[in-house]
């Protein structure tokens, strides 16, 4: 069992740029792949980043060049640092760990970018 919390999520201006931390407990971090995704009003919840176990990295084309995802095991916690905000990149972000077929989400943050 893997319990997830994110935080950092908030207000920003276009351009603007959050840091999410999802912060993990339970069981060996090391261990699982973890990864961002999103879910904007009235849209399916999307994959943004993941991180393997390796420190190997996927990115959505629609973050490419803005979102960077890393992850430190001695903290038990994954980052998604976010540059170059825009409005469509507001959602509520949610972390996931998953160790083969079993994975475990947090409670989401909500990102909002707005003038």
């Known amino acids: 069992q893997v319990h997830l919390v994110e935080s950092g999520g908030g207000l920003v201006q276009p351009g603007g740029s959050l840091r999410l931390s999802c912060v993990a407990s339970?069981?060996?971090?090391?261990?699982?792949?973890m990864s961002w995704y999103r879910q904007a009003p009235g849209k399916e919840r999307e994959l943004v980043a993941l991180?393997?176990?390796?420190?190997?990295?996927y990115y959505a084309d629609s973050v490419k060049g803005r979102f960077i995802i890393s992850r430190d095991n001695a903290k038990n916690t994954v980052y998604l640092q976010m540059s170059s905000l825009k409005p469509e990149d507001t959602a509520v972000y949610y972390c996931?760990?998953?160790?083969?077929?079993?994975?475990?989400w947090g409670q989401g943050t909500q990102v909002t970018v707005s003038s």
């Open positions: 996931r760990a998953v160790l083969v077929s079993i994975g475990y």
């Open positions: 339970g069981s060996t971090f090391s261990n699982y792949a």
């Open positions: 991180i393997s176990d390796g420190m190997n990295t």
